[in-house]
């Protein structure tokens, strides 16, 4: 068999994940980020949630406190935002539903989530993403005369070669967290909410060579 570029239909398909950002939503800010932006530590407040969302713990004390912001919603779900994605706080539901299916490439951190007057707020952890996929080897082109919502709009896409992948189910890509397909038919089968994906595939090639393919048994 040459040697090259694998067959298209053995190219894994990954999913970008993101969280709907619902107003009805629970959104809680970090304390200790809102410490440092009062002390002007503007720094210093970027890199909290860096660390956090990398898993780069060394140096913190935990729990991390969290609290309710009051210009948000009141509802619990699965995934809440921080305002600072993909910073984000999942559920034990969802917590427990990737521990006990084996998904590699994240972990999560002890937290304590207060709502609007204080009171805890129990059931939930920080999440953190500590596969790695690289970057990408081109960017997609887009007609900046059409609205950004229109399909369109894409007039060349870009370029993903998954030798840049560890092979984690979940990793990231600069800010974006992708998930393969195992991980994203995983949740929306539970029905983990607030959660929304979007296929790689629909903006970036996504490219590989068969000795790749053959040491992931893809």
């Not at 690289?134 to 059409?146: H, L, M, S």
């Amino acid at each position: 068999m040459k040697r090259g570029k694998t067959d298209k239909q053995c190219i894994p398909e990954f999913y970008d994940f993101t969280s709907r950002g619902y107003l009805t939503t629970v959104r809680a800010g970090s304390i200790l980020f809102d410490d440092a932006i009062n002390n002007h530590e503007y720094g210093l407040n970027r890199d909290i949630h860096d660390n956090m969302i990398v898993g780069q713990y060394e140096g913190y004390e935990f729990p991390i406190e969290f609290k309710q912001d009051k210009e948000y919603g009141s509802r619990l779900r699965d995934v809440l935002d921080t305002g600072y994605p993909p910073a984000y706080l999942i559920s034990d539901r969802f917590r427990d539903l990737l521990t006990e299916n084996n998904v590699t490439g994240w972990k999560t951190y002890p937290i304590r989530l207060y709502d609007k007057k204080g009171n805890p707020i129990n059931g939930y952890n920080g999440l953190s993403f500590t596969g790695e996929g690289g970057d990408f080897d081109a960017w997609p082109e887009y007609n900046e005369d059409i609205p950004w919502y229109e399909k369109d709009r894409l007039t060349k896409k870009g370029i993903y070669n998954i030798n840049n992948w560890d092979g984690s189910d979940i990793f990231m890509i600069r800010r974006a967290v992708l998930m393969t397909e195992r991980v994203m038919k995983l949740i929306k089968k539970n029905k983990i909410d607030a959660v929304y994906f979007e296929k790689l595939s629909d903006e970036y090639d996504i490219i590989g060579t068969e000795e790749y393919m053959q040491k992931h048994r893809l």
